[in-house]
């Protein structure tokens, strides 16, 4: 089965600790991106990537960090310095990140919760 | 700024009757704009999508509507079934830009009424 996935689903952790969501796709696509959803926010795009060993910052890069050794994987890293860390966590992909309306296709989502 | 904007936070409608979701945006440069459905705790899965270079694309009980003057767009959903209750996020971008993911609106609260 083709398709992109996160874990865990839910996670939890404390306050001043880094955590890092998990990201896989099989889909053989270019480009990987993280999103953010809060209540009433809609999509917020945190960190994208077009190409192995390359990414960018999105809107609200601040407290995240993410690393693109392998076509298949995007992991981001929720770091202390995230100030309202919990909210849903989205991670999608695309054949090419070159425009030309590529659509985006998304995982299931990771449930972040600080304590 | 935002450049997409889903003005209606929800909408109800009966089922068997026409949804219509609708959708601006600002910036003149956009070209391809698409439409997504979201459950909650969910991810959302695309529906449909429609070029700057047509007025109209249609798929199923799906239909997206693009006004360039206006820089508006419609979703029509026909007949609405109760299944279709969900939150759906419209999004933008544009060709060639080498460098630009999607853009997308805060979303609207679909729910239909059996």
């Known amino acids: 089965d083709g398709g992109i996935t996160q874990s865990p689903k839910y996670l939890f952790r404390k306050e001043g600790q880094n955590v890092t969501l998990s990201c896989e796709q099989n889909?053989?696509?270019?480009?990987m991106y993280w999103y953010r959803q809060d209540p009433g926010q809609g999509l917020r795009l945190i960190y994208y990537s077009q190409i192995v060993n390359d990414f960018q910052k999105g809107d609200i890069a601040e407290g995240y960090s993410v690393s693109r050794e392998k076509k298949e994987s995007f992991p981001l890293t929720v770091t202390s310095a995230q100030k309202n860390p919990t909210a849903f966590y989205l991670c999608?992909?695309?054949?090419?990140?070159?425009?030309?309306?590529?659509?985006?296709?998304f995982g299931p989502g990771t449930r972040l919760t600080v304590l | 700024d935002q450049q997409v904007k889903q003005n209606s936070p929800s909408l109800s409608v009966q089922e068997g009757r026409i949804s219509i979701l609708n959708c601006d945006y600002t910036n003149s440069m956009f070209d391809y704009f698409l439409w997504y459905k979201k459950y909650p705790a969910e991810g959302p899965t695309f529906l449909i999508s429609?070029?700057?270079?047509?007025d109209k694309n249609e798929d199923g009980r799906f239909t997206v509507f693009l006004n360039k003057s206006a820089k508006h767009l419609s979703l029509h959903i026909v007949p609405s079934q109760p299944g279709d209750s969900a939150v759906y996020f419209c999004a933008a971008t544009y060709r060639n830009s080498g460098n630009t993911p999607l853009v997308f609106g805060k979303g609207t609260r679909l729910s239909v009424i059996a």
């Open positions: 429609i070029s700057s270079i047509k």
């Open positions: 999608a992909s695309s054949i090419t990140g070159q425009g030309a309306g590529d659509t985006q296709y």
């Open positions: 889909l053989n696509h270019d480009a």
